[in-house]
């Protein structure tokens, strides 16, 4: 590893497994300009690390991660919702969009297995981040919510390109369309989880039993059988990440987006009107 100062995570190299572990700086682990920029350099470290073998995912605290950090995350929202915002600001969202596809994809294209630990809630980014992972684990505490829909957008970073696979098409558009809270015994019933643990430390000592059992496996073998696993499915994900990157480019700014963000910040319901 050739970064140590990491602002959005901590990593620790021991017995062939890393552990990353989300330490925010957001509140709930709220993903902002730090999460997005670094995450693809530590996996493309941890990918080129022949020490590693199998990395655990975490994060410190009680929740997981409560997903985009909207206010710090706000100047690169802020010119495509501007008025009379037309072709620039649109094709620099564009950019922003796919930049930050590209971070979760660095998580699913690294070559060593990634288990997901989670606890708490795990919300809108933070589902994008773990239908990345290879094997997912939950404690008994944890809720997911694929919630962007209720703040009048469509999940554009990995969501409903990775998870048709993870837990089938009728569960996902029943999360998507409906913002819907889940618990983890429901998680597990659908299959977005493995396994259901009692608490966070049980949780993640299960994800480094996994991640250890990994690590004493031939690990250019282990490497081939994730790589043969992607390899139908990466074209279909890449497609619809180049689609919906698209689609919110032309179509995220609205009144509703305006009035979605007005509620959060006033903690008030929102009221839709489709304009």
């Given at each position: ?10 990593v ?12 925010g ?21 941890l990918?080129a ?8 995912l975490?994060?410190q605290?009680?929740n997981f ?5 909207l ?11 501007a ?46 981040l ?5 094997i997912?684990?939950a ?6 919510s694929v ?6 957008m ?8 990775r998870?048709p ?9 029943e999360?998507a369309?409906t913002?819907?809270?889940i618990?983890?015994?429901?998680a ?6 493995n396994?259901?643990h009692?608490d ?17 496996n ?5 490497q081939?059988v ?48 489709g304009?």
């Amino acid at each position: 590893m050739t970064r140590d100062a990491w602002k959005a995570f901590t990593v620790e190299i021991k017995d062939h497994v890393a552990q990353v572990t989300l330490i925010g700086p957001g509140k709930g682990n709220a993903m902002g300009p730090d999460f997005w920029s670094e995450l693809p350099q530590l996996f493309g470290d941890l990918d080129a690390d022949s020490d590693v073998r199998a990395v655990v995912l975490a994060a410190q605290g009680k929740n997981f991660s409560f997903g985009l950090d909207l206010a710090a995350m706000a100047p690169e929202l802020a010119p495509v919702l501007a008025d009379k915002a037309q072709a620039a600001p649109r094709t620099d969202f564009h950019a922003t969009i796919r930049q930050m596809q590209g971070a979760i994809t660095a998580v699913a294209d690294c070559r060593k297995p990634v288990i997901a630990a989670v606890q708490g809630w795990c919300i809108g980014g933070g589902v994008d981040l773990i239908s990345a992972a290879d094997i997912r684990y939950a404690s008994a505490d944890a809720q997911f919510s694929v919630r962007e829909v209720k703040v009048a957008m469509v999940a554009d970073v990995g969501t409903l390109a990775r998870l048709p696979r993870i837990i089938g098409d009728g569960h996902l558009r029943e999360l998507a369309l409906t913002g819907k809270d889940i618990d983890a015994a429901r998680a597990e019933k659908i299959g977005l989880v493995n396994d259901v643990h009692e608490d966070a430390d049980a949780v993640l000592a299960a994800a480094h039993e996994t991640a250890a059992a990994i690590a004493a496996n031939p690990p250019l073998v282990v490497q081939g059988v994730k790589q043969v696993l992607d390899h139908s499915r990466k074209p279909d994900v890449d497609d619809s990440l180049r689609y919906v990157a698209a689609w919110n480019s032309a179509f995220l700014p609205s009144e509703d987006l305006g009035e979605a963000i007005a509620a959060v910040f006033q903690k008030r319901a929102p009221e839709f009107k489709g304009r």
